[in-house]
């Protein structure tokens, strides 16, 4: 028995270290990536620029073996170029930072891996990113002064640089790193890939033609109002991922405008026009964030509602508005690619006594196991609704077959007789279906009775 316990906890154990391995690896990678990109945004040296966004977003999506994960990537990245105690207390401070971020970001939405409401912007922008990255800030600014990294006459500029680079990294590729990670299903028509299309390339060419004759007006600067436009038009036109990954284009594209336009990085004048952009970043990726977060609420609200305007809020089935909707769609539909439309009325027999006797809540339990064992006979492209009481109907396209609508009237008579238990006893329904074919004459209707042991 012990033995087999043991066993168990390996194998859980194992998939929890490879998770977090494959995390510390990743995070050394963007880490040590990071370092070239340092000196173009004017940031510290030892800054780690994935350090909030990626342990964070890990943390979110992958709990302790994303800490785990961070913390290992950090200890072997700032090991390459310093004393391993110093490299510890970094790391535990990457994973510190991680945990307040989670802590904070799941307190008030205890269930959600992507920032796609404005409630989840707020407690993104204002408390959570703020609040992490002034932990790790803290955290990092003081352990090296304590090993002798930074001396205290400029220990407050660097924690104001050092933060204000941390957060700004945050709003930018955070919310971008949460959508790819939530791993959701995107449904695009060719026309909201082209649009999207458009819109990057658009991106990138106006921002071209700013770089080149927009010097009079300071492309430094004027480059961020450009690109803004092109963030709210995603974020109008577009899920939030869209949005998410416009805003890390945008600020990709400011500083390569900024490195195109000075010929030496390391020039007083170089740091005020980083700057300026890094100012000009902010609320232009919370803008789009808010914007998107807007227009993805009310998207949501308006299915939501369209749901219950078109479903049975019982079975979630299609109800008797979508239902007629639907069979007229279908009727034209089959009229064109000359197919034929089965239609199945089935009436449940024996629920009503059921219904009756054992109460309404069992009633709609009964329901309940109809309405599933429907869908899961049915095919994808088919459409089964439930039209009221214990009244269901599907809608059958299908080229013309010799009793290819009876043979599914009798699967469906197979399926909904079957018995079934609620509250330890064990009940049947039978069910009566008339069919309707068209272009053709209607059928005889089938029955098969039910009863409750």
Not at 253 to 268: G, L, P, S
Not at 326 to 355: C, G, P
Not at 421 to 427: A, T
Request: glycine share 6%; aromatic share 12%; charged share 15%.
């Amino acid at each position: 028995m012990e033995l087999k316990a043991s066993i168990a906890a390996v194998k859980q154990v194992k998939p929890f270290l490879t998770k977090a391995a494959v995390i510390g690896f990743i995070y050394l990678v963007v880490a040590y990536f990071g370092t070239y990109l340092a000196p173009y945004i004017d940031a510290i040296a030892f800054f780690e620029l994935p350090a909030i966004a990626l342990a964070a977003a890990v943390t979110i999506r992958y709990g302790w073996a994303g800490v785990l994960g961070a913390v290992m990537g950090s200890f072997l990245f700032h090991l390459l170029k310093m004393p391993w105690d110093i490299a510890l207390t970094l790391a535990v401070g990457v994973g510190v930072c991680a945990l307040i971020f989670r802590y904070l970001f799941r307190l008030f939405h205890p269930s959600v891996v992507t920032i796609n409401q404005v409630s989840m912007v707020t407690i993104f922008a204002f408390i959570a990113a703020p609040l992490a990255s002034i932990a790790h800030t803290i955290i990092s600014i003081v352990s090296m002064q304590a090993f002798g990294f930074v001396t205290w006459d400029n220990i407050t500029q660097s924690m104001m640089s050092w933060w204000f680079n941390e957060l700004l990294v945050a709003y930018l590729t955070l919310p971008l790193l949460l959508s790819l990670l939530s791993y959701q299903k995107l449904y695009f028509s060719a026309q909201d890939k082209i649009e999207a299309a458009v819109i990057f390339v658009g991106m990138c060419v106006v921002s071209w033609l700013t770089i080149q004759y927009g010097q009079l007006l300071g492309s430094s600067e004027i480059i961020i109002f450009v690109l803004l436009s092109f963030v709210l038009l995603a974020a109008l036109r577009f899920k939030t991922i869209v949005t998410h990954a416009a805003i890390f284009l945008a600020a990709i594209i400011a500083f390569i405008a900024v490195v195109y336009k000075y010929d030496q990085i390391n020039t007083e004048l170089y740091a005020q026009a980083v700057f300026t952009i890094k100012i000009g970043l902010v609320p232009m990726a919370l803008g789009g964030l808010f914007v998107a977060s807007a227009f993805s609420e009310r998207h949501y609200a308006e299915v939501k509602l369209n749901k219950l305007a078109n479903h049975d809020p019982l079975t979630a089935l299609p109800n008797r508005t979508y239902f007629q909707d639907f069979l007229t769609h279908s009727l034209a539909q089959a009229q064109r690619q000359k197919q034929q439309v089965y239609l199945l009325f089935i009436d449940l027999d024996r629920f009503k006594k059921i219904n009756d006797s054992e109460g309404h809540e069992i009633g709609d339990a009964v329901l309940k196991i109809i309405a599933t064992r429907l869908n899961d006979i049915l095919r994808a492209d088919d459409f089964v609704a439930r039209l009221g009481g214990d009244e269901f109907a599907v809608v059958y396209t299908h080229p013309p077959i010799n009793n290819a609508a009876s043979n599914l009237a009798r699967k469906i008579i197979g399926i909904v007789s079957q018995p079934f238990e609620l509250d330890g006893r064990r009940y049947s329904v039978g069910a009566s279906i008339g069919i309707s074919v068209y272009p053709t004459m209607p059928q005889m209707p089938m029955r098969c009775s039910g009863r409750r042991t």
